[in-house]
């Protein structure tokens, strides 16, 4: 476990990687924007997991972005520097909620069936704030296994995932990760993912 000098235990792991991978997102255009054919694969990754919260998400040092999103409610702030209200999802999250950094930093999958069994997740300001109660997520790596983000879903709901939601989490972002080498090797970083 990680601790502040203070011994307060630190909730959201340090990222040693996060000015690597801003560069990394950056050369790959990545990050910055939401693109159509992310949030259609965040679609297909709430329908084929029955989850009603999917994303992928790219973690830079200070924020998450969800360049692709599925969500019941989706907040759309007009600052997009500003989060959304308590129990709305939006674009932007501060790199201290929810469960992706932990993914990032790992370069695992986590799975959480009931967050609240876990007294380091269960304090997440998600739980509260949104209702999230399982996650799954897997890293979304480069070819050279650098990790840009993460493919996840949630749910309101402890969820067990088991085996073949786990196979399916790291299926779906191995796919994503494919196609977003394509568009690497092809130089056309304009190409929608």
Sequence with gaps: ???????????????????????????????????????????????????????????????????????????????????PPPGAVGRHMARERGYCPHVVVRGKALVLEDVCDYPRFAGNPVVDEIGIRSYLGAPLADRAGFVLGTVCVADVRPRPWGRAGLDTIKSMAAELAERVQRREDDGDLAVPL
Excluded: W
């Design 1 to 83: 476990m990680t601790y502040e000098a203070t011994g307060r235990l630190l909730l959201t792991p340090v990222d040693k990687e996060a000015p690597a991978r801003a560069r990394r997102l950056r050369e790959l255009g990545l990050g910055e924007r939401s693109e159509p054919g992310l949030d259609a694969f965040a679609d297909r990754l709430a329908r084929v997991m029955d989850a009603p919260y999917a994303m992928v998400n790219f973690i830079d040092g200070e924020r998450q972005f969800f360049a692709g999103l599925h969500a019941p409610e989706i907040a759309e702030p007009a600052d997009a520097g500003v989060e």
